[in-house]
Nanobody, 117 residues
């Protein structure tokens, strides 16, 4: 059974930092591209960042470029999202996603990030 478990969310002041983690189990981690999505209150879910299965390439939403960094540790089957210079508009539930091809697609349950003074 595939499980993706996010952690690291919480309340942070504007300008602060958080690191999210997503621990994967039940799948061959090295085969999957990993992504972070987020869903702000009352809005649609949006893609934040993606890292390829090998970790050789990353992509970011324009709104987080230069502030967020996605990385992966194959030894720990974990993907991270380092979030710096946080803004109130980064407030959202952040979801971890694992994808292989077009048919295998798994989601975590999310972790809440609140940026507020």
């Amino acid at each position: 059974q595939v499980q993706l478990v996010e952690s690291g969310g919480g309340l942070v002041q504007p300008g602060g930092s958080l690191r999210l983690s997503c621990a994967a189990s039940g799948l061959t981690f090295s085969m999957y591209a990993m992504s972070w999505y987020r869903q702000p209150p009352g809005k649609e879910r949006e893609l934040v960042a993606t890292i390829t299965s090998t970790g050789s390439s990353t992509n970011y939403a324009d709104s987080v470029k230069g502030r967020f960094t996605i990385s992966r540790d194959s030894a720990k089957n974990t993907v991270y999202l380092q979030m710096n210079s946080l803004k109130p508009e980064d407030t959202a539930v952040y979801y971890c996603n694992a994808r292989f091809g077009r048919s295998l697609d798994f989601w975590g349950k999310g972790t809440l990030v609140t940026v507020s003074s």
